[in-house]
């Protein structure tokens, strides 16, 4: 059976049982900057489908408990999960940088602000030199760390450099911001819509569980604001 994640109309992703859950922590140096990441606890593994929220509202998360479709308070709605991210990629968002032995794909709309692509000297330098001795290697590691793929590098036969990604979902740690991510969608897992069109399928994805993005269903980086998605997952 395919592994697949199901969007539900105005509620949560319905998960295959096989796609292992687990939390993707973002490590980081003194300064906050993202270094690497490590595997932290893994969830019970699911007979049946299970159900992630996508609302960001639940209060037992990262499962959905039913709040998207309640008002949250007085004057609000209920949670309106409508997508309107492309399919396919994007061309208009997406920017080509060349460089000497590299080539960065720059799909900045997919931004998830993990913030990788900050390490020194930042990845769009890194390309531009990439004939200079391991800035090559840094570009290539910065775009393998970015967990939403807005970044991958190419070779001059245009092969991409992608790491070798198990096929689960990561519940992103942003431990600088102290906040919870997006869900990182890992190694090539179908992700189909509320209307059943399937979206392209890419080694890594990050999809929205703060319920706010404005690039549903992928994170635009959001929940750094959000108010559902302050501290960590325990
Ligand atoms: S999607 Fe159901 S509680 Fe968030």
């Known amino acids: 059976m395919v592994k697949k994640i199901k969007i539900t109309e105005n509620g949560p992703y319905e998960v295959s049982p096989d796609i292992p859950l687990v939390q993707s922590i973002i490590v980081i140096d003194e300064q906050g900057t993202s270094l690497s990441w490590r595997t932290g606890k893994k969830y019970p593994e699911q007979a049946k489908p299970y159900h992630l929220c996508r609302c960001g509202r639940s209060e037992n998360k990262p499962y ?5 479709a309640k008002a949250a308070g007085p004057m609000a709605k209920k949670f309106d999960g409508t997508e309107v991210a492309a399919h396919d990629r994007d061309e208009l968002n997406t920017r080509i940088y060349e460089g ?3 080539t960065l794909i720059d799909e900045e709309n997919l931004c998830a602000s ?3 692509c900050d390490r020194a000297p930042r990845i769009w330098n890194a390309v531009q030199h990439s004939d200079k001795e ?3 290697q840094i570009a290539i590691e910065e775009s393998c760390d970015c967990a939403s793929g807005r970044l991958t590098v190419i070779d001059k ?4 450099y992608e790491p070798k990604l198990d096929q689960e979902i ?3 740690q942003d431990t600088a911001a102290e ?7 890992k190694g090539g897992i179908t992700v189909e819509g509320a209307d059943g069109r399937q979206y392209k399928i890419r080694n890594r994805m990050t999809l929205c569980r703060c319920g706010e993005s404005k690039n549903m269903p992928f994170c635009d980086a959001s929940h750094r604001v959000s ?4 501290g960590l997952d325990e």
């Open 179 to 185: 906040c919870r991510g997006p869900l990182w969608v």
């Open 157 to 160: 036969e245009g092969n991409a």
């Open 114 to 116: 993990l913030r990788f």
């Open 64 to 68: 959905c408990d039913g709040s998207h």
């Open 170 to 172: 990561g519940l992103v």
């Open 134 to 136: 391991g800035w090559k």
């Open 227 to 230: 108010r559902n998605m302050r």
């Open 100 to 102: 000497p032995e590299l």
